[in-house]
């Protein structure tokens, strides 16, 4: 590896890097919807799964589940707000 493309890497200004993904992924929301989104996802899932077979951890399994209740909890206090207007 070139120690100087290594330092330029991270030296990269991250805030504008994540903005141009954001603006990236909008746009191809817009043009193509959720399947998009979906399909990269799933092909980050696919990769992840060829370099780590023995992923995802029982632990970070677990760990989703929670956030997903959680989001859920979230979800349903928001439709009852909305549902009582």
Do not use: C, I, N
């Amino acid at each position: 590896m070139d120690p100087e493309a290594a330092r330029s890497f991270a030296r990269r200004a991250y805030d504008v890097v994540a903005e141009s993904k954001e603006a990236y992924w909008a746009q191809r929301f817009r043009e193509r919807g959720a399947e998009a989104t979906w399909r990269a996802g799933q092909a980050l899932r696919e990769h992840a799964k060829r370099v780590r077979p023995d992923w995802p951890w029982e632990d970070d399994r677990a760990e989703d589940l929670q956030h997903h209740v959680a989001l859920l909890a979230l979800l349903d206090r928001a439709a009852h707000a909305f549902a009582g207007r």
